[in-house]
């Protein structure tokens, strides 16, 4: 059974909504026969890197809220991590661009590392306060997941992987996702956002006993 999940590293609900579906994973019967692919999507492909700015003025900039607002919120999605066995370090966050993390994430996923690679990079931004964007840090994380030093610097350096990236994100437009975390269980039933891990876990029981779709 095959789940595909279109999600970005600078989304802290796809990181819950990772943990969450691992969680329903964890209690599928049927878990060694589900096969994971990750797909690509920028939530806002124009993000400018701003390892500066905190966190709590740049949500109340892009949402046109106060900072209190902005504060109110963090704690509550910090909170939610919580709850779910994650710690959010929105104190030491780095605003950054994701499209090379994305790029890096490809790369992984050619060499099936693709879900160690999600799990770090959002470790990386969320938890450890690390620019996401910078290439020696994406370098790193790299080196972290298995890869050749040699292998990530020459993909990152050049354009490699960056068409992966759009078709994903291209792909995400044609069958009308605008947010996520999306996930597709067997090409037929669609999950939108963190939801908790009961509905996951009816959602993958009702995939398995519809079983493969019709082609």
Same mark, same amino acid.
């Given at each position: 059974?095959?789940i595909? @999940?279109?999600?970005?590293?600078?989304?802290?609900f796809?990181?819950?909504g990772?943990?969450k579906?691992? !969680?329903?994973?964890a209690?599928?019967?049927?878990?060694?026969? #589900? *096969? #994971?692919e990750?797909?690509?999507?920028? /939530?806002?492909p124009? =993000?400018?890197?701003?390892?500066?700015?905190?966190?709590?003025?740049y /949500?109340?900039?892009v949402?046109?809220? %106060?900072? *209190?607002?902005?504060m *109110?919120? !963090?704690?509550?999605?910090?909170?939610?991590?919580?709850?779910?066995?994650l710690?959010?370090?929105?104190? *030491?966050?780095?605003?950054?661009? %994701?499209?090379?993390? !994305?790029?890096l994430?490809?790369?992984?996923?050619s060499?099936?590392?693709?879900?160690? =690679?999600e799990?770090?990079?959002?470790? =990386? !931004?969320f938890t450890?306060?690390?620019?996401?964007?910078?290439?020696?840090? /994406?370098i790193q994380i790299?080196i972290?997941?298995?890869?050749?030093?040699?292998?990530?610097?020459q993909?990152?350096?050049?354009d490699?992987?960056?068409?992966e990236?759009?078709?994903?994100?291209?792909?995400?437009?044609? @069958?009308?996702?605008?947010? #996520?975390?999306?996930?597709?269980?067997?090409?037929?039933?669609? @999950?939108?956002g963190?939801?908790?891990?009961?509905?996951?876990?009816k =959602?993958?029981n009702?995939?398995?006993?519809?079983?493969?779709?019709?082609?």
């Amino acid at each position: 059974m095959k789940i595909a @999940i279109w999600s970005d590293i600078r989304c802290p609900f796809c990181y819950i909504g990772k943990r969450k579906f691992e !969680h329903a994973l964890a209690q599928f019967k049927h878990k060694d026969n #589900v *096969e #994971v692919e990750w797909h690509s999507f920028e /939530l806002d492909p124009q =993000a400018k890197t701003q390892p500066e700015k905190n966190a709590y003025d740049y /949500l109340a900039e892009v949402k046109g809220q %106060s900072k *209190e607002w902005s504060m *109110e919120m !963090h704690q509550y999605i910090k909170d939610t991590a919580a709850e779910n066995g994650l710690v959010f370090n929105f104190d *030491e966050l780095k605003i950054a661009n %994701s499209f090379n993390a !994305h790029r890096l994430i490809q790369l992984a996923k050619s060499l099936g590392l693709a879900d160690d =690679a999600e799990e770090r990079l959002f470790a =990386a !931004h969320f938890t450890d306060g690390k620019n996401i964007a910078n290439l020696d840090t /994406l370098i790193q994380i790299g080196i972290e997941l298995g890869i050749e030093k040699a292998i990530v610097t020459q993909m990152l350096t050049i354009d490699s992987f960056s068409d992966e990236v759009r078709y994903d994100e291209k792909t995400a437009q044609s @069958i009308g996702i605008s947010g #996520v975390p999306f996930f597709i269980i067997n090409q037929k039933h669609t @999950i939108s956002g963190a939801q908790s891990a009961d509905i996951f876990l009816k =959602a993958l029981n009702q995939g398995w006993l519809e079983g493969e779709p019709q082609r």
